[in-house]
């Protein structure tokens, strides 16, 4: 087994892939072939811990690290960073929902279950092409995605992580959560920007030449911890084969059987490793691809057009606030058969026109396993209410949306197979807005008051790396013109 890209054929590992995180020509890294379960291996993992099935599905795709380096990654990965060691436990809600909770991470939201194993995935890859070399990670971040990133990277040998937030951009338990990151090896800068201009000026520092040249004399090199490298699709696939096996264990379903996925989607990562799990044997039927007011997914489900030219809209679920779903484009390279002219082509029209249609035949495909659906913020609201009220479920407002489009779905298809429905947040990292949901006044309070008020309301208990913000020391107080941001990077290395 190799990888390839989505927009031209090539030959690399798994470990190239990791380290590269995307292709010369801008593709993305696919692999060229999906691992099968053998006959009874999807049942030896039933009685595996978490992490013991983490590192058995990613050898099964990442076939150029050893089985003891996979054992060190999950190991530094998933131990004593989650809460009870439970990295994605499973939750009944009603009769045949389960709730697959993916945030227990030091975060409190899903991007901890790749960007916790990310960092240990890529310094091994370093270790086997370049032993020497210290890699650096460059993040934008609109908020989540930095703090996870750097709790993630902070004090992994081999490696160094900066940061940049637009200053008036992140909610102030964003910007908490980011400026009072330890380690060694870390860096967070405020820009007087937005979030566009944030990740302009770093995509233009991947492109100097000088400051390549200037990292290459110390032995040091870029890399990308964005959601459209394989290693932090990966370990995504392991959580929908561990649930399942956790709901044969528990006698919910029995071995075999199909489930239907739920999945509240922005970046198309999270449901795409759903169909990856599919891919290697696990019985899943049809992929609920949930999204909030900017419904772009789930107008292309219905049409084969893909269509950005729209308005934008900041909504209570703003990480799912995106109109290019990069990951997208991996689900079309499969569904045409590894048709690369035809996805280089595709992703040319929508660079040029911000649009695309798929022929025919990938639309029924997409169809046959896909069932796209949306909702406002009015409605993923009036969900978390009820869903509180009738089932004593607090979800977030993205976990709301996929519930409510799940719903909406089962009632329009009359399907009763079990579903597993994605939970992508803690309630308490999207306090006020729960809050609101509830009937309570989340607006214009201090954040940790919110957050009380909100477990006092609902009798849950606030999380633990929320709660300890409070007493944390600002440690980042950096803030630049954005037009400075690569004379910081010298500086920091
Ligand atoms: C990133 C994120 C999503 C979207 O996941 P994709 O993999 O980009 O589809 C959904 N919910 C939350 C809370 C997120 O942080």
Redo the contacts with the bound molecule.
Sequence with gaps: MFFTSTRKRCEISASAAIAKGISDEGGLFVPSEFPKFLPGELESLVKLSYKDRAARVLHKFLTDYTAEELDVCVEGAYEGSFDNNEPAPVKEIAQGVNILEL?HGPTC???DMALQILPYLLSAATRKNCPERTTVILVATSG??GKAALDGFADVPGTKIIVFFPRDGVSDMQKLQMTTQKGENVAVCAIEGNFDDAQTGVKNIFGDREIVKFLEERNMEFSSAN?INFGRLAP?IVYYISSYCDLVKNGKIAMGSAVNVA??????????AAYYAKQMGLPIKRFICASNRNNILSDFIATGIYDRNRAFYTTE?P??D?LI?S?LERLLYHLSNGDCEQIAALMGELKSAGRYTVSGEMLTKLKQEFYGGFCDDAAARQTIRECFEKQNYLC?T?TAVAVNVYQKYAKDSGDTTPVIIAS??SPY?FAPAVLNALGGNGDAKDGFAVMEELSALTRTPVPAPLAGLREAEVLHKSSVAKDAMSDFVRSVL
């Design positions: 945030w939201a899903f991007k989540d995605t959601s995504q999945v509240p989607t922005g970046n198309f990562g999270n449901i795409l679920s990480s799912m995106i779903s990951n977030d993205h992508t947040a990292k």
